[in-house]
């Protein structure tokens, strides 16, 4: 007889997880044993356009994960199963040959993952196995943050506000989740369960192999004790200026000019690419190796008040309102399905004409457009995996706007290539970039990537670390490179000019379906 947690790839962890912690609990209850699962589906991999380096860390933390609770005499069997359509019957016979009573597990809120649980509670119920699904990737629970008619917010402000009242009415929401107990020693005499053990976690998976490997390894530690030392990084010391990467969050550089931690500053050092102003936990969240209970907790600790402050007027405040958008995003999945099927939110804006031009399209992916701050946005990205929010901001829009392709290209691409791929902030951003979501830009305040470098990037660090063709350029040129520069040293020409590129999209907005 079993218990069993099934995780998932957004909550890698031991710590404060709702589902784990409630199998445990149900499993000291029966005095019987609790047992962990994790389902590697390439398939579902395939049609996520899940990225490699995404797929490396889950198995990384996942091997973190099984030596944790293999002291607990806790086994976490891992199992590569294809079809994807077939998951719930191959976890169901698991549960069966487990002779288990329950399952648990933290719900995820894209569609197919929603119609696979239900599945499997259909047939849970006939197999006699209890399934108990519950929330944990938010803050407030998707459902629970309603405008006076009832609807879910499709503006993020008065989101936030209520959000906020809700969450400082039931701070027992953020209480930190029981770790898991210790499975009696006698696990060992039930040879089925104690063949799990051995089961080893998949190296990679097929069709996912992550090239750049070691650099990502090295970039983005494994594991939630380092996870909370980048939060602890973000809300205790100071930004230092050498920090663009590819480097490990965690290796601190040259002693910084700042005068106050990260976090007490962010308020105005956030939208700086040219210094390490945030705190870069990501990868982390998206995938859960911590969860956003203990950020706030942590930040809730600094601030020294009894309730939380996300506010603009504080640096940690305006911190606090950026995970804020992690739940709004959340809450909008959640509410209109279509966000996770290629829809836009908008469905004014489904015919706009976009241009198929795979070579723009290439350079854009490849940092070669001859936009400087484009350039460097696109390069950080493949070389680590991670891109400051203010450029994946101006990259979005110029793919869009400029280039005027197809916003759901882009969003695939960063889906392939981030460490923190995550269908509902990655589908936020994009919408949210090419005037076609909640919220939106509106379509015809359209960035000048000109005058965003020069405020993303005022000293042109930024675009000398990762572009360095143009090392040696200095003031107002780095931003914009004069034609003859750009041909000396070797650096493309811009591939639309900006203010034309703007009249096209105009129009296009203005009557979708038309040239
Ligand atoms: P911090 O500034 O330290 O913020 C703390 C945390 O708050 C972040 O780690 C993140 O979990 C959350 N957060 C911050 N800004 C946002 C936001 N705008 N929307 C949702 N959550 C936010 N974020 C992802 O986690 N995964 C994605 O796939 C993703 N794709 C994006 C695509 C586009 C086009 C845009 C414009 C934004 C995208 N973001 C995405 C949001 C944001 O850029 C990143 O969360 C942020 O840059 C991560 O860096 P950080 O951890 O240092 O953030």
């Known amino acids: 007889e079993a218990v069993v947690y099934w995780m998932r790839m957004e909550d ?3 710590c404060d ?3 784990l912690s409630r199998a445990s609990a149900q499993a000291q209850k029966d005095g019987i044993p609790l ?8 398939q579902d991999y395939v049609a996520h356009d899940r990225s490699p380096r995404r797929i490396d860390f889950t198995l990384r933390n996942l091997a973190d994960i099984k030596a944790q609770l293999a002291s607990l005499h806790i086994p976490l069997y891992v199992t590569v199963h294809t079809p994807r359509r077939t998951i719930p019957e191959r ?4 549960l069966q040959g487990w002779k288990a009573r329950h399952l648990f597990a933290n719900i995820e809120y894209e569609v197919d993952e929603l119609r ?4 499997v509670c259909e047939l849970a119920k006939p ?5 108990h699904f519950v929330h944990d990737r938010c803050l407030v629970d998707p459902g629970i943050v309603l405008t006076k008619n009832g609807r879910v917010y499709t503006v993020y402000s008065p989101f936030q506000r209520n959000w906020l009242d809700r969450l400082n009415s039931n701070l027992k929401w953020i209480e930190e989740e029981p770790l898991p107990l ?3 020693e006698d696990i060992y005499f039930n040879t089925t369960l104690k063949a799990l053990f051995d089961v080893k976690i998949p190296d990679h998976v097929d069709g996912f192999e992550c090239k750049d490997r070691e650099t990502m390894r090295d970039v983005w530690p494994t594991g939630t004790e380092a996870a909370k030392q980048i939060l602890a990084r973000f809300l205790h010391t100071k930004a230092r200026s050498t920090q663009m990467g590819p480097s490990n969050p965690l290796s601190e550089g040259a002693e910084s000019s700042e005068k106050k931690a990260r976090a007490l500053v962010y308020k105005d050092s956030r939208d700086k690419a040219d210094k390490d102003t945030t705190s870069r936990l990501s990868p982390y969240l998206a995938a859960g190796v911590i969860s956003a209970r203990e950020c706030v907790r942590q930040a809730m600790k600094l601030q020294g008040l009894n309730k939380i402050q996300a506010t603009r007027d504080t640096g940690l405040g305006t911190w606090l309102m950026e995970i804020a958008w992690r739940d709004f995003y959340n809450h909008v999945l959640s509410a209109y399905p279509r966000v996770s099927m290629g829809r836009p939110f908008q469905e004014k804006y489904a015919n706009v004409k976009w241009e198929v031009n795979d070579e723009h399209f290439q350079a854009w992916k490849e940092g070669r457009t001859g936009l400087p701050i484009v350039d460097a946005g696109m390069r950080q990205v493949a070389t680590m995996g991670w891109m400051h929010n203010r450029l994946r901001m101006i990259t979005a829009t110029y793919l869009v706007k400029d280039l005027m392709i197809d916003w759901r290209l882009g969003e695939k691409y960063f889906m392939e290539i981030l460490m923190d791929g995550d269908l509902a902030s990655n589908n936020g951003g994009w919408q949210w970039s090419a005037s076609t979501g909640t919220d939106p830009q509106p379509y015809f305040r359209i960035f000048n990537p000109y005058s965003q470098s020069e405020k993303a990037d005022p000293t042109g660090d930024y675009i000398r670390h990762f572009v360095p063709e143009l090392r040696d350029l200095r003031g107002p040129e780095i931003h914009k490179p004069p034609e003859k520069v750009c041909r000396k040293l070797g650096y493309p020409l811009p591939l639309v000019k900006h203010e034309e590129a703007r009249q096209r999209a105009l129009r296009r907005y203005k009557n979708p379906g038309e040239e």
Request: aromatic share 4%; proline share 7%; hydrophobic share 50%.
């Open 12 to 14: 890698l962890r031991t």
């Open 17 to 19: 997880n709702r589902a």
């Open 35 to 42: 047992v962990l699962i994790f389902t590697v589906s390439p």
């Open 91 to 94: 976890v169901v016979a698991l």
């Open 116 to 119: 696979r649980d239900i599945k």
């Open 127 to 131: 197999a006699g196995i209890g399934a």
């Open 182 to 184: 210790p499975n009696s």
